[in-house]
């Protein structure tokens, strides 16, 4: 299993910027995609990921946040980032990292590990 620690949320006006980090750990010899999701107040966490790193190379966004949001990750320190960037009211949500494993080229497993979760307020 990988262990996730999100932080980096906080209020940010419309149009604003905010940079998530997520620890990660336990993940040493597997290849593992990690992706944030996020979680609408009132609302099902989305079951499709905002932007994932299936790996180093190939990244993946949702219609919504792409041009606006950038998925990428500090080898060295083994931590995993979200820069949001024009955020909009609507941005406004609870922000999860997780991880599933890597399979073949461009797979994903099921997104099984979660970090707690940071809250982006977006007004």
């Known amino acids: 299993h990988v262990q996730l620690v999100e932080s980096g949320g906080g209020s940010v006006q419309a149009g604003g910027s905010l940079r998530l980090s997520c620890e990660v750990s336990g993940s040493t010899g597997r290849r593992y995609c990690l992706a944030w999701f996020r979680q609408v107040p009132g609302k099902e966490r989305d079951d499709v990921a905002l932007?994932?790193?299936?790996?180093?190379?190939?990244?993946t966004y949702r219609d919504s946040v792409k041009g606006r949001f950038t998925i990428s990750k500090d080898n060295a320190k083994n931590i995993l980032y979200l820069q949001m960037d024009r955020l909009k009211p609507e941005d406004t949500a609870m922000y999860f990292c997780?991880?599933?494993?890597?399979?073949?080229?461009?797979?994903?497993?099921?997104?099984?590990?979660w970090g707690q979760g940071t809250q982006v307020t977006v007004s």
């Open positions: 932007a994932a790193l299936v790996t180093e190379t190939y990244t």
């Open positions: 997780a991880a599933a494993r890597g399979y073949g080229v461009n797979s994903c497993g099921s997104y099984n590990d």
